[in-house]
């Protein structure tokens, strides 16, 4: 089992950049495939970026390609998202999740993760 807890939300100005960090604990975050959704108010959990166990493959939503990267520290099992030239359509809670350790692959569906960090608000002003 792992537990993951998110950092690095807050306010920036539109074309600002924030980089969020998802600590994990108990197994080695190494062991999962992860991701970052995100949630704004009155809509539902949307998908942002994965990453697979090694770190090699990742899988972005189309509305952040481009402008988002998500990254793995083995050494500091650590998740991080970095996001750069952020809009106001890109504020909402952060969530980084962890697929079960059955299964290695890229997973763009929130009930295809298992654990779930408890959320990181990222607020853009316009």
């Known amino acids: 089992q792992v537990q993951l807890v998110e950092s690095g939300g807050g306010l920036v100005q539109a074309g600002g950049s924030l980089r969020l960090s998802c600590a994990a604990s108990g197994r080695t975050s190494s062991s999962y495939a992860m991701g970052w959704f995100r949630q704004a108010p009155g809509k539902e959990r949307e998908f942002v970026a994965a990453?697979?166990?090694?770190?090699?493959?990742?899988y972005y939503a189309d509305s952040v390609k481009g402008r988002f990267t998500i990254s793995r520290d083995s050494a500091k099992n650590t998740l991080y998202l970095q996001m750069n030239s952020l809009k106001p359509e890109d504020a909402a809670v952060y969530y980084c999740?962890?697929?079960?350790?059955?299964?290695?692959?890229?997973?763009?569906?929130?009930?295809?993760?298992?654990?779930w960090g408890q959320g990181t608000q990222v607020t853009v002003s316009s």
């Open positions: 990453i697979v166990r090694n770190g090699i493959n990742t």
């Open positions: 999740a962890a697929r079960s350790r059955l299964f290695s692959s890229i997973a763009t569906m929130w009930v295809d993760y298992e654990y």
